[in-house]
């Protein structure tokens, strides 16, 4: 069968290359009973694979059930998939027959396989290689006939590595390894199944359709989807539940996504961003930093006077570098003092006023120094001034500048009265 005869068949919608490729191996591998692991983040449609496989194949008229190994307790698993004797343990008040029994000729699909405890990995290992088993609480050694897919959303070798996957079940397990793409690999089919689930759900209540401009299209395409199929399906019903406008502009669109984290960027409304309770720390570790940077410099200054008896041509050649040193200090009055380093034709030693000259360089302090505040409170509405000054008032680009948000830049320009 062709993969555009199977997308059909099973409601595939997408025309993405790694999309197809994934249709191709699951139809290639689905004539014959070898074990097939499918893996592929939460919400990308392992399942949907695992039916291709089972529908596929010649056992296709025998039974087929989906087992989440993650949602099985530990203590209870091996009777789940393997039966239990009457009174094999506490509760156990009957004989109970397991998936693998009842399964016996079709398909078991093992969802989140690598939650799966230690202790019944290894009866699923002698399942998988000779197709016996034994119920709990029996001596009795059982056969059955059943094919295993199982799917995984996280890297099976790092939990094998790490002593929570045996290594014969992942060999034995991955004689056919199957790749689910996420769907910010598939950017071409957002859009397609985003019209999908829209018009599945607005035929189904009878509702007007939903449809997306331009720029919204745009902002639908390059999120990353962190939930994949399952998160776009379900945003898109939101929106064709709560929306009384039916055109989508992306400004509505960005407050159906959540904030990203992690280093996946997407512009989103700053209300929404999780720094405000630290803003009064983020503003002091700045104070301090731009405080130690300040020190140093001095440092270096007095250390190159002690050197060399006097200020270097390094200093000479850039007298900015003592502005800078005082550009930051808040001084009564909001006057910045300004130094200039001059080198006379006559040298000459003045000791009174504010010019000095040292080693032939005339240093002129035109303000008068004072005594540094360190008032936190003094500080922060200065950092705040300056970053409104540098952007022009543009409150945005301020609070990006000072590593706050935008909403904690307003309530302390309204705090300060600045």
């Known amino acids: 069968m062709e993969v555009q005869e199977i997308k059909q068949r099973f409601g595939i919608i997408g025309n993405s290359p790694l999309l197809n490729r994934a249709i191709t191996i699951a139809n290639q591998v689905s004539p014959t009973d070898i074990s097939v692991l499918i893996t592929g983040e939460s919400g990308s449609g392992k399942e949907v694979f695992s039916h291709i496989i089972h529908q596929m194949s010649p056992r296709k008229h025998g039974p087929f059930i989906a087992v989440n190994c ?25 004989e109970r ?10 398909t078991i699909f093992l969802d989140e396989i690598a939650e799966m405890p230690l202790g019944t990995q290894a009866r699923l290992l002698r399942v998988l290689e000779s197709g016996q088993y034994i119920k709990v609480g029996s001596s009795k050694v059982e056969k059955t006939n059943v094919r295993v897919i199982a799917a995984t959303n996280v890297d099976v070798y790092d939990a094998v590595k790490n002593g929570k996957f045996r290594e014969d079940l992942y060999y034995r397990l991955n004689t056919v390894p199957l790749k689910i793409p ?8 957002v859009f397609l199944l985003f019209r999908k689930f829209t018009a599945d759900f607005t035929d189904k209540y009878r509702t007007p359709p939903i449809q997306l401009d331009e720029e919204a299209q745009q902002v639908l395409t390059n999120y990353s989807w962190p939930g994949n199929v399952r998160q776009l399906k379900n945003m898109a019903e939101q929106l064709a539940v709560l929306e009384r406008d039916r055109i989508i502009t992306a400004q509505t669109l960005l407050t159906y996504i959540p904030h990203e984290t992690g280093g996946r ?6 209300d929404n961003q999780p720094k405000e309770d630290f803003s009064e720390r983020d503003i002091l570790y700045k104070v301090l930093f731009d405080m130690k940077r300040d020190m140093v410099e001095l440092k270096k200054l007095v250390a190159d006077i002690i050197e060399h008896g006097g200020v270097s041509q390094h200093y000479a050649n850039n007298p900015q570098t003592l502005n800078q040193l005082y550009r930051d200090i808040e001084l009564h009055g909001n006057n910045d003092p300004q130094f200039t380093l001059q080198q006379p034709v006559n040298t000459v030693t003045n000791n009174s006023g504010n010019n000095n000259t040292i080693d032939g360089f005339n240093i002129t302090h035109d303000a008068e120094e004072v005594e540094e505040s360190l008032s936190l409170i003094e ?16 409150r945005k680009l301020a609070a990006n500048e000072l590593g706050i948000s935008e909403r904690t830049l307003y309530r302390k320009i309204k705090e300060l009265n600045l």
């Open 379 to 394: 500080k922060e509405s200065d950092l705040i001034r300056k970053a409104l000054k540098k952007h022009k008032g543009k």
């Open 182 to 189: 996420p769907l910010r690999e598939r950017k071409e089919d």
């Open 97 to 106: 027959k397991g998936y693998f029994e009842t399964v016996n000729g079709g």
């Open 265 to 270: 960027n997407l512009p989103m409304r700053l």
């Open 70 to 94: 993650g949602a099985i307790p530990e203590g209870t698993i091996d009777s789940e998939l393997f039966g239990h004797e009457k009174g094999a343990y506490t509760g156990a008040v009957g």
